[in-house]
């Protein structure tokens, strides 16, 4: 069965610092990975995905993410963080021709100035 | 810039009373997500439809919960009777399947449900 592992359940940083969070997935085939945030009493907002190709992939905001099937890991990541990005991040897996998600029980993200 | 509307954003209520709450997908989408989260369970699907057909409810308690689309332009989810631990988020998220919909779905800003 699929399933998305998020270790961290509170991160804090500085502004200006860089960031990871971290996303561990298991599934049998080929995942499809997605980053969304949600910020306080708004709903989720997708950050990037990931389907297939370069292992590295942008998103809006200044994130990034690389996938690393060898460690079924799909950390984001940010160089300098911002105080807006104070928010919830969750990781999700889907598979392809499929319309369901598994989210992560999602990362919350502090940035203290 | 197209949105998934949801109403009410909040609703506090009473054990027992029923709760309906509404979903407008965006235009053009065929494909209806309702999700509920909570601080223990996280984010959890409760139902989806595509073309107004439900494909999966599994996730949804059914001996109080439903969820209808009575158009496209319009998914409800009701809960009879409510208990304090339906009190949670609940979001409606619309997507198009194309290529497919797990590519693509849209989050409204949820419904805010407490239930005394």
């Known amino acids: 069965a699929q399933s998305v592992t998020q270790p961290d359940i509170h991160i804090t940083v500085s502004e200006g610092a860089s960031l990871e969070l971290r996303c561990n997935y298991s599934y049998g085939a080929t995942p499809y990975l997605f980053w969304y945030v949600q910020s306080p009493g708004q709903g989720l907002q997708l950050l990037l995905k990931y389907f297939s190709g370069d292992t590295l992939v942008q998103g809006i905001k200044g994130f990034e993410a690389e996938f690393k099937r060898s460690q079924s890991s799909f950390n984001l990541r940010k160089p300098s963080v911002h105080w807006s990005d104070a928010a919830e991040y969750f990781c999700a897996v889907g598979a392809y021709n499929t319309d369901k998600l598994i989210f992560g029980t999602g990362t919350r993200l502090q940035v203290f100035p | 810039d197209a949105r998934v509307t949801q109403t009410p954003r909040h609703k506090v209520t009473e054990m027992g009373q029923e709760v309906t709450m509404r979903c407008q997908p965006i235009l053009g989408h065929n494909t209806v997500f309702w999700y509920r989260q909570t601080m223990m369970q996280g984010l959890e699907l409760l139902a989806y439809?595509?073309?107004?057909?439900?494909?999966?409810d599994s996730g949804m308690p059914k001996d109080r919960f439903s969820a209808e689309m009575p158009d496209a332009t319009l998914a409800t989810l009701k809960i009879q009777p409510s208990e304090p631990r339906d009190s949670a988020v609940y979001f409606c998220?619309?997507?198009?399947?194309?290529?497919?919909?797990?590519?693509?779905?849209?989050f409204g800003p949820g419904t805010r449900l407490t239930v005394l």
């Open positions: 439809f595509r073309n107004r057909a439900p494909l999966d």
């Open positions: 998220a619309s997507g198009s399947p194309s290529p497919f919909t797990a590519e693509s779905q849209y």
